[in-house]
């Protein structure tokens, strides 16, 4: 029963030889909870929850743990596509220390008390070196649970809240900080003039209520005013009560940190109630399918993200075309993360002496300079990175570029302004607070 750590590989490596090598095999599945039935069935678990040794031969199995299905899906497929993309082009260049990099995908369902399960599943039946998820907080921190305790390196890509990395140093992300984020709004709020705004969270998603206090903190040193604080919990079919107070409460923008999918339902009901100020979000609002729910109750709204593929940086170029090539579809800020946590991974992994827990974890959070899609990834003691954000509003279905904001002390951004879309002021206003008095 207790197959030894090499055979397991060879087991592993062998079905995936069959099964056609690449990654993904499990999304092809669907449903959550399927997600053993391919490659893990076969290996016979030793039902152990220990790590085993890392094997040092064969190809070097990674996993990743996605809402590939669920109210946030698109979050985990852009994620994927990134993280396939960049292995695709690692093994292509001959992999990582000699040996080809294999990925393992499982579906949480959008759901945070699935996270822990699945990479429970990575971890034990699969036997990954090191994992890359979730984009939900919540998820991150469930997640995030598991591999701190089967000491697992993991890098969330696009977590945001500061819990997330806190006291686990197995943990790291490749993003910025829901603090730089709730400035980041704040900023571009006061900027457009807004003085007076109302905010609308998700009560039940760490990443929300964090970024909805984050940026009722920073609106306000800037002097503006938060009409009224308003809950409610995703999938909630009706906020009109929620939304009628915003109504009367002389709100000239609402700030909804929320996902897509209820800000896309939200935002139509708010139209409905009368209400015509525009939205405000931040980066869970980054779904080509926002403007599919969303219509056109969502044009003209705002919000802040970790990249715009309508950026003129000549990487962001390099990766749009590249993206677009593989996968016939513009990259969102997920992908372009997905691809960076992925290589930062494989660079790290080059770099670490073995590919055991604790030194991959040390070298992953050693990362300094590195040239990603979203910015220079330098990662701080908490292993998190401080990253330049974009502001993009939804013009004709699309997040268009408006603006750079950089974490004080930075260097102003270079002239970012895409070619051939006119970025207007907002996007000086915003450029210049960016590079003003930030706080963070
Ligand atoms: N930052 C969000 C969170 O922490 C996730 C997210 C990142 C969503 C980027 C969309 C784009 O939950």
Not at 192 to 215: I, M, N, R
Not at 270 to 298: C, H, M, N, V, Y
Request: proline letters at 4%.
């Amino acid at each position: 029963m207790n197959l030894s750590a090499w055979n397991r590989v060879a087991v592993i490596a062998a079905f995936a030889a069959i099964a056609g090598f690449g990654a993904g095999c499990d999304k092809l599945g669907g449903g959550k909870g399927k997600g053993s039935g391919s490659g893990s069935g076969s290996s016979g678990s030793s039902g152990s929850s220990g790590v085993a040794p890392v094997a040092d031969t064969g190809p070097i199995k990674i996993g990743h743990y996605a809402s590939l299905t669920g109210s946030e899906a698109t979050f985990g497929v852009s994620t994927d596509h990134g993280v396939i993309l960049a292995m695709e082009e690692r093994n292509a260049a001959g992999g990582v220390k000699g040996r080809k990099i294999e990925l393992k995908t499982l579906d949480d369902a959008s759901k945070s008390s699935e996270a822990g399960n699945v990479v429970q599943r990575l971890i034990s039946e699969d036997k990954v070196v090191a994992l890359i998820g979730e984009v939900a907080s919540g998820s991150s921190l469930a997640g995030g649970k598991v591999a701190q305790q089967q000491g697992v390196p993991m890098i969330s890509p696009s977590s945001t809240n500061k819990k997330v990395t806190e006291g686990r140093d197995m943990v790291s992300r490749v993003c910025f900080l829901d603090e730089f984020q709730g400035y980041v709004v704040a900023k571009f709020a006061k900027d457009q003039k807004f003085d007076k705004v109302a905010v609308l969270f998700d009560q039940a998603a760490p990443y929300s209520k964090g970024l909805a206090e984050t940026f009722k903190t920073e609106f306000e040193a800037l002097k503006g005013t938060i009409t009224t604080s308003q809950a409610y919990t995703a999938g909630d079919p009706d906020v009109s009560a929620q939304l009628q107070s915003i109504k009367t409460s002389g709100a000239q923008a609402v700030f909804l940190p929320g996902y897509y999918t209820d800000v896309g339902n939200i935002v139509n009901q708010a139209r409905k109630l009368g209400i015509t100020a525009p939205f405000l979000g931040g980066d869970g609002w980054d779904s080509s399918k926002l403007a599919e729910i969303g219509g056109a109750a969502i044009e003209g709204s705002y919000y802040s993200n970790h990249y715009s593929f309508d950026e003129a940086r000549p990487e962001v170029k390099d990766f749009v075309s590249k993206f677009e090539k593989r996968w016939k579809e513009t990259p969102d800020g997920l992908a372009a993360l997905g691809y960076d946590a992925a290589r930062v991974l494989f660079d790290a992994m080059d770099k670490a002496p073995s590919l055991g827990g604790k030194d991959l974890a040390t070298t992953i959070a050693a990362t300094k300079d590195f040239p990603g899609v979203t910015g220079k990834i330098t990662l701080d003691a908490n292993r998190d990175a401080q990253k330049q954000a974009v502001v993009v509003q939804m013009k004709g279905g699309k997040p268009r570029y408006v603006a750079t904001v950089v974490p004080k002390g930075w260097p102003e951004p270079a002239a970012a302004t895409p070619a051939g879309s006119g970025s207007g002021s907002a996007a000086g206003s915003a450029a210049a607070a960016g590079s003003g008095s930030a706080t963070k």
